[in-house]
């Protein structure tokens, strides 16, 4: 399953804080990261937060798109859509 996520860097702690739209009108899961934008450290924070709230490995989440943007499209496992926060 294709999952899009817009992150929001350097916050106090790492929550989902619901959905929302981008640019092109897709529904995206708005996530802060108590991680830097550096040296790749949100990207691990993001796939460490989504693991644990998904309840799947790290390894089967992936980034697909976006590495070093804020709007990113990951691949997380099709198991893992039943626990993906509700609107």
Do not use: F, H
């Not at 399953?1 to 916050?11: G, S």
């Not at 802060?32 to 934008?37: D, I, S, T």
């Not at 990207?43 to 804020?70: P, W």
Request: charged letters at 25%.
């Amino acid at each position: 399953m294709t999952l899009v996520c817009k992150v929001t860097p350097n916050a106090r702690r790492s929550e989902c804080v619901g959905w929302g739209a981008d640019d092109r009108g897709r529904r995206v899961l708005l996530v802060r990261l108590a991680a830097p934008p550096m040296g790749g450290k949100a990207n691990e924070e993001l796939v460490r937060y989504l693991a644990e709230l998904l309840g799947c490995a790290k390894g089967g989440i992936v980034i697909a798109r976006g590495g070093s943007g804020r709007v990113k499209m990951l691949d997380i496992p099709d198991t893992a859509e039943a626990r993906l926060p509700q609107s």
